[in-house]
Structure formats: structure tokens, C-alpha cells
């Protein structure tokens, strides 16, 4: 069974930081890249960032050297730290796998979801 929970989502000031925490099951977490996407209102679905297991990285360049995703597998846990925090960060994160690093290249059909938590960052 594909199980992917968010948690750690909430209000923010911008410059400030948020993790936010995705508990995979076993199956996926071993198997496929774990990654993130995101979703503001009005907008379409965008890739942040993903890991690998063998924890190779590739991030938007939107949130490069701002954001840092790492996992730890004994909990089978991916997170995402989020630092300097803009107002343009506030959408819905997705936590997702898929069998590629470079999840926007993955159709959002073959691409397994999170149920998503909301990030806002205030002004």
C-alpha cells in the first residue's frame, strides 16, 4: 500500500524557517526518489525537490540554496527544511516518489501523492 504523510506545515514571517516532515511506507521509501511539490492558489503544480536513495539531490532553482531535503531511513522519513522564507513560498507542499531524481520530468500520472499541507508565509 503507497503511503505518503505530510506534517509540519503552518504561518510563518517571511526571512523565517519551517521542516516539513513526509512518513513514507516501506516499499516506496526504498524503491523510489522522494521529492517535493508545491501549489499556489491560481497556479499549476511545480517540482521543488527530490532525493534519491543513494541521497542525491536536485532542487528547483527557485529554492536552491534556500531549501534542503534529506531522509533518514530508519524511519522511513523524507524532510524538507525550508529557510528565508519568501511570501512566494505560500502554496500546498506535496510530498511525492517517483522513479526519477528529476521529478518534473515525470509524468503526474506515474508520480505517487501526498494528501498535502499548507505553508504560508506572511509578509
Known amino acids: 500500500q503507497v503511503q505518503l504523510v505530510e506534517s509540519g506545515g503552518g504561518l510563518v514571517q517571511a526571512g523565517g524557517s519551517l521542516r516539513l516532515s513526509c512518513a513514507a511506507s516501506v516499499y516506496i521509501f526504498a524503491n523510489y526518489a522522494m521529492g517535493w511539490f508545491r501549489q499556489a492558489p491560481g497556479k499549476e503544480r511545480e517540482f521543488v525537490g527530490a532525493i534519491n536513495r543513494f541521497r542525491s539531490t536536485y532542487y528547483a532553482d527557485s529554492v536552491q540554496g534556500r531549501f534542503t531535503i534529506s531522509r533518514d531511513n530508519a524511519t522511513n522519513t523524507v524532510y524538507l527544511q525550508m529557510n528565508s522564507l519568501k511570501p512566494e513560498d505560500t502554496a500546498v507542499y506535496y510530498c511525492?516518489?517517483?522513479?526519477?531524481?528529476?521529478?518534473?520530468?515525470?509524468?503526474?500520472?506515474?508520480?505517487?501523492w501526498g494528501q498535502g499541507t499548507q505553508v504560508t508565509v506572511s509578509s
Open positions: 511525492a516518489a517517483a522513479d526519477r531524481l528529476d521529478m518534473s520530468r515525470v509524468p503526474i500520472a506515474n508520480v505517487y
